[in-house]
Each structure stands twice: as C-alpha cells, then as structure tokens.
C-alpha cells in the first residue's frame, strides 16, 4: 500500500506564497506521476498540476499557470507545490494524488490511485 502524506498548508494574505510538499512510501516512487488536486466548499475537486513519473514534464490548470509551479524529486520521494502570487479564489483543501500506471487522462482525479488526506490552504487578509 502507498502512502501519500502532505504538508506546508496554512493561512496566507493575498499575493502571498506557500509552498506544499507531498511524500510518498513507495520502491517504485520514481515511476509514479504524481498530481495536485484542490477542493474548496461546495465545488467539485480541481485539477491544479502534473509531473511526469521524470519530474521532465510538468502541465498545469488554467486557473493556476504561470503562479504555481510543481517538482519532483526521486531521491527523497517527494512532490512540491511553490504557489505565488496566491488569490482567494486558490483557498482550498490541497491533495497530492499518485498514479502508477501512466494513466489517462491525467487531469481527472479517477486516474490517480493514491491519495493524501490534504493540506488546508486559507487565503485571506
């Protein structure tokens, strides 16, 4: 079983920055993609960002490109998620998803097998 833990959330003005961190137990870690989902109140879970099983290839929501900013290191098995220029509109809970498998299409959430508990972000002043 993988597990998936995530971390760095907390409460921050606008045009701020966070920057979440996501580990996962896995010998096969270096060939997961890993994902960024957010859901907030009342709204359905949001595609945020994607890196390849590399960490080479990165893809990102509309809503987000260009402030958000996803890595992936292999060697400590984790994800980070650098937010910028945070919005209140970016006011979430933040979960890391993993997919072994490759799987398509990689911005919806049933693609992704394993699943953090989240990380809640508050932006507001």
């Known amino acids: 079983q993988v597990q998936v833990v995530e971390s760095g959330g907390g409460l921050v003005r606008p045009g701020g920055s966070l920057r979440l961190s996501c580990a996962a137990s896995?010998?096969?870690?270096?060939?997961?993609?890993m994902a960024w989902f957010r859901q907030a109140p009342g709204k359905d879970r949001e595609f945020v960002a994607k890196?390849?099983?590399?960490?080479?290839?990165?893809d990102y929501g509309d809503s987000v490109l260009g402030r958000f900013t996803m890595s992936k290191d292999n060697a400590k098995n984790m994800v980070y998620l650098q937010m910028d220029n945070l919005k209140p509109e970016d006011a979430a809970v933040y979960y890391c998803?993993?997919?072994?498998?490759?799987?398509?299409?990689?911005?919806?959430?049933?693609?992704?097998?394993?699943w953090g508990q989240g990380t809640q972000v508050t932006v507001s002043s």
């Open positions: 896995s010998k096969t870690y270096s060939q997961f993609a």
């Open positions: 998803a993993a997919d072994p498998w490759g799987s398509s299409p990689y911005k919806h959430a049933a693609s992704y097998d394993y």
């Open positions: 890196v390849s099983w590399s960490g080479a290839s990165t």
